[in-house]
């Protein structure tokens, strides 16, 4: 039997080790440095055994994966370097979530050396994406097509009967990462023309997102430039966007939190025998007693806008004791909203995933294509994003596992397009079955994919 080793044990696990348990039974070890987590995760599966271990203890590290036939770390990205970094070390393959930063490929010549594969973007978003626009690529182009336009959303969200606080959003991952992910910059290609934002100017530039299933907010997240070669595209004259879809209001309220500093998570500051009133009124330079007309003002707003109705419901105005003796401003921002935008067990969140893509054929017709998904999360079980991610994850590991990825080095999910038709048949067994779309498009009619790429780049 198998051997598969997690590293971590936090909300997506659930999901890898129930594909592990049940649709490909293999020895699983969990290491983590919370063991009563694991524990809990774990429960009384046989097939499940748990090793305490924490990142800076490499010689552990080396051992657990060593065990393995593939590694699967569910852990933040700083820490990720030192699981991929023991990997190369006891050659072992690796598949994980997170996106392919500079720091993981550089390690790709290793891992050619080792002869693994280190195989990235396997989850929601990235993942299910990759799934459906490698259909498309390979449709369009058996027929001599080019793509003229390609967009791309994800959204992890609170289903409309549990949409219940004035944030518009839940956590359905880990809170630390969704601010890590924050800081990325942005580039996108308007005709091959680059569009590039900083942090601070991300969530200023958002648009609006007209989709089957509402409007959204549409804001633009990390870089497509990473996938040029992947998709084979163009770069000279394609325009490409990847983007998040939140509900109203949420790309604004990203916007005060920076403009309060509550972002930041270099500095950190001592909390303690302070309220939350205090803290907030340090942050603009007010007082405890005035700190909601201080900070309306701070932000040129009236008290009874929305973003102040936001922070009084988080609790940022209120005279109770700190929920942390020392942290950051992004730990106390997480520290208050962790209290009242985790998902209840009778809850259930979303999966949203849709690809827009323009394409024109030899003959000179355009088509719109249009690829979508919608996955519910079950009330009580697995919420979505666990079932996303966990269940694309695990399969990916199989496919390793039974050597059907043979390239070595540092690969994307889009670069093996056979175990993405592999794991798109294998994933609409649990749900996630995407609907397409395609529309001719009259001469002269404008391919419309999303408001971004229709504006010209400055």
């Not at 009133?277 to 929305?306: C, F, M, W």
Request: proline share 5%.
């Amino acid at each position: 039997m198998k051997t598969v080793v997690i590293f971590g044990s936090g909300m997506m696990p659930p999901a890898i080790i129930d594909y592990y348990t049940h649709k490909y039974p293999c020895n699983i070890i969990v290491a983590t440095i919370d063991l009563p987590q694991a524990k809990a995760l774990v429960g009384d599966n046989q097939l499940c055994t748990i090793a305490e271990w924490s990142m800076d203890d490499l010689e552990s590290a080396d051992r657990l994966t060593r065990q393995a036939d593939v590694v699967i770390p569910m852990v933040p990205e700083h820490v990720l370097l030192a699981v991929a970094e023991s990997c190369l070390r006891t050659q072992t393959p690796m598949v994980y979530t997170a996106y392919q930063e500079k720091n993981i490929y550089a390690l790709s010549d290793r891992a050619k050396e080792q002869g693994i594969v280190l195989l990235s973007e396997i989850g929601e978003d990235p993942g299910l994406d990759h799934l459906c626009t490698v259909k498309l690529l390979e449709e369009v182009r058996a027929k001599g097509g080019k793509i003229l336009q390609l967009g791309q959303w994800g959204a992890g969200l609170p289903d409309h009967a549990d949409n219940n606080n004035p944030m518009g959003y839940k956590f359905s991952w880990s809170p630390p990462r969704l601010y890590e992910a924050l800081q990325a910059p942005v580039t996108y290609l308007v005709k091959g023309q680059k569009v590039e934002y900083d942090r601070s100017e991300q969530y200023q530039n958002f648009n609006y997102l007209a989709t089957k299933w509402g409007t959204f907010e549409s804001v633009a997240h990390r870089t497509v430039l990473r996938y040029i070669e992947a998709y084979n595209l163009d770069i000279n004259t394609v325009s490409f966007f990847r983007g998040l879809m939140r509900h109203y209001g949420y790309c604004n309220t990203i916007n005060d939190y920076m403009a309060l500093g509550l972002l930041d998570s270099k500095t950190t500051y001592d909390y303690r025998g302070q309220t939350c009133a205090d803290v907030t009124a340090s942050l603009v330079g007010g007082k405890p007693e005035t700190v909601v007309q201080d900070v309306a003002n701070h932000l040129g707003v009236k008290i009874h806008a929305d973003i102040i109705y936001r922070l009084r419901w988080l609790g940022f105005f209120e005279s109770q004791p700190m929920p942390l003796e020392q942290g950051t401003r992004a730990e106390y921002l997480l520290a208050l909203q962790t209290r009242k935008m985790m998902y209840d067990p009778d809850e259930s969140d979303i999966t949203l995933v849709m690809v827009r893509m323009e394409v024109e054929y030899p003959d000179q017709s355009r088509e719109l294509k249009e690829a979508t998904l919608r996955v519910a999360g079950i009330p009580g079980g697995f919420s979505a994003m666990t079932r996303a991610v966990g269940y694309s994850v695990g399969i990916a590991g199989k496919h390793v596992m039974e050597g059907n990825v043979t390239d070595v080095g540092c690969m994307m999910l889009p670069q093996v397009p056979h175990v993405c038709t592999a794991m798109r048949d294998e994933m609409a067994g649990y749900g996630f079955d995407f609907a397409y779309q395609t529309r001719s498009l009259e001469p002269g009619e404008s391919g419309y994919v999303c408001s971004a790429l229709a504006a010209q780049p400055q």
